[in-house]
């Protein structure tokens, strides 16, 4: 197997370690208004609250494991090497944790802070993130390393360029309603590459993709592999 393949990760892959989808029923964004902790207004107006909730869910990162559908995509990395790119919207280290190296993190990281003062100041953290923590580089002030809505997901012109060029392409876990990630797939298609859906729920149909596998990702995404390294 030598074909170039993409495939992108959203929430509902890691929904079967445990943790929460951002929609859905008792999703992450119940209980917390998305106009405050996933907008950079709302960081304005409650930077504390905002530090807060995402500290909640770095502390409790470690109390889950990836799963048998994050293995099976370093199991793909593993034998395409530089011809496999995953890009994920999670912000969780699941696919990390089960090998994966060659991912991308297109809507940021929990484990990671930012300085607020130079953006390419990016530092790994395990912490609680407070007032007084400060960019290790230029003692600036500190944000969470996460893309929140109107701002610019990372990566993109990376991405972009290797959707035109794979032959596969495979989205699994996304609900595919937040742009740019669900446009992907018609980058990939217009550029004839294969479109797959691995997903809990799937639609009847959608003209960007081919196939359709529905079921568990960590059922459905082994069994994809296995089918693509024969
Ligand atoms: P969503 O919560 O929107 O969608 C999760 C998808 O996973 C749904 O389509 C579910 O049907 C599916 N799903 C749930 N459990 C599953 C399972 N066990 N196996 C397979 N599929 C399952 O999450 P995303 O699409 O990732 O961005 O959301 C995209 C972005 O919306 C997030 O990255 C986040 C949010 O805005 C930022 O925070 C910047």
């Known amino acids: 197997m030598s074909k170039k393949i993409v495939v992108?990760?959203?929430?509902?892959?890691?929904?079967?370690?445990?943790l929460k989808t951002f929609r859905g029923n008792n999703g992450l964004w119940e209980n917390e208004p998305i106009d405050i902790v996933a907008t950079p207004e709302g960081y304005a107006k409650e930077r504390i609250r905002v530090k807060n909730f995402y500290n909640k869910l770095r502390t409790t990162l470690k109390n889950f494991q990836p799963n048998n559908a994050h293995f099976a995509l370093a199991r793909l990395e593993e034998s395409l090497l530089e011809n496999f790119l995953l890009i994920t919207q999670n912000v969780d280290d699941l696919h990390e944790r089960a090998g994966s190296k060659r991912l991308l993190h297109m809507h940021g990281e929990?484990?990671?802070?930012?300085?607020?003062?130079?953006p390419e100041h990016i530092f790994d953290f395990n912490g609680n993130e407070t007032e007084s923590t400060h960019c290790p580089i230029c003692s600036a002030s500190t944000r969470p390393h996460i893309v929140w809505f109107g701002e610019m997901p990372l990566y993109m012109q990376e991405i972009e360029l290797a959707l035109k060029e794979c032959e596969i392409f495979a989205y699994i876990g996304t609900s595919s309603v937040v742009y740019p990630a669900a446009g992907f797939k018609s980058i990939a298609h217009s550029h004839r590459a294969h479109v797959t859906c691995l997903n809990l729920?799937?639609?009847n149909f959608d003209p960007h993709?081919?196939?359709f596998i529905?079921?568990?990702a960590s059922e459905i995404v082994p069994k994809w592999?296995?089918?693509?390294l024969g």
């Open 110 to 118: 929990l484990l990671k802070l930012r300085c607020e003062n130079n």
């Open 8 to 18: 992108l990760t959203g929430a509902g892959i890691s929904a079967e370690s445990g």
């Open 201 to 203: 729920e799937i639609p």
């Open 225 to 228: 592999v296995d089918s693509l």
């Open 214 to 216: 529905q079921g568990n």
């Open 209 to 211: 993709t081919d196939t």
